[in-house]
């Protein structure tokens, strides 16, 4: 705490709003985690998403051993990085040309730079409780860490940039229109399938309704894919449901581990970045061998089999929480969907950010510690997600639903 602000280097490592300390880690393996006093615990944050094949992966970290070896970085362009923007255009349908970044806010601002240069237009419409990265102009009501700490908008951002931040309810299409109607639009921005206030799904057609809003107002469809990109199936939420957005941001399991990100979308948009065009956006180490080396030893392994597994084990674990609630009387709703989950505190489903608040916090936060004190490490905070890895096998569901269901009874 002396040396680091509230001990952490990102807000959601904080354990404040479940009222203790971190745990400090000492090492990974699998779907385990070990701290620095030596407890075990099962492992559902994966690193809040990147790591969808558990912690030190063999053919990963092998991967980045060899990488490693033929040196850390070259500020030169390698053939890694063209075999793994080739990867990330054969599974993701939007994505005709990619760009690199070491984190997702990157690519976020990056990529909205680019939809203010294609429309010559300023406003961006985003989305209560969807987190886009810390940029400036994206911080407005970004749930995931603000939610968390009960920050509605960061001081420091200045009024000229949240002016061009329209804030709209998710899944509230009036909303949606009236902000489009309001002002030019350069991009609607949404995670697709929300996951920084709890996971919150879109209701059916809103994102089929978004991409037929955007194209009629001139506006671009932006997809934050950083969570959901190879986490919800292999090409993203927009290959699962059909949706194909303008421009999509991609990161965590990208980078399997290391920092990487990317944003990725039609030719002739990404043609408009440095040095194809004159949209500056740069960075050392953007692309670096050691990060595409973890991303494509990742990727590589995520099949159409892998990803019927994840699937089923995020059944089994969202089944098995929702039955242990039940058994205990304890009123909760279990949203999931493959590789993501939410244990909302909530009497009725949770449908956007204003409904995600009026859960009851504190409950979620004794019965998370309860987690914690019995060796399974949930996310900290009612608006983050679970994020189930192929490492999870029948074993670290078994435990978790047990330690859930002796937590809810502790309630
Ligand atoms: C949907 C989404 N977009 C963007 C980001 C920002 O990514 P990074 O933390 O790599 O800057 C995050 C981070 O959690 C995210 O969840």
Redesign the pocket.
Known sequence: MDLLPGGVNSPVRAMRAIGRNPVFVARGSGARLYDVDGTEYVDWISS??PLILGHAHPAVVEAVNDAAANGLTFGAPTEAEVELAAEVVRRVPSAEMVRMTS????A?MSAIRVARAATGRDAIVKFRGA????SDGLLADAG?GLATQGIPASPGVTAAQARDTIVVEWNDRAGVEAALASEPVAAIVA?PYP??MGLVPPRDGFLEFLREAATATGALLVF?E??TGFRVGPGGVQARVGVTPDLT?L??VLGGGLPA?AYAGRRHLMELVAPAGEVYQAGTLSGNPLAVAAGLATLGLLDGAAYDRLASTTDALAAGLAAAARECGVPVQVQHTTGLLTVFFSRAPVTNFTEASACDTAAYGAWCRKLLERGVYPPASQFEAWFPSLAHGDDDVERTVEAAAAAFEAL
């Open positions: 809040w998403g984190s997702g806010t990157e976020a987190y886009h990265g810390h995931s995670e996951a920084n934050d950083v969570i941001l990161g965590k990100a």
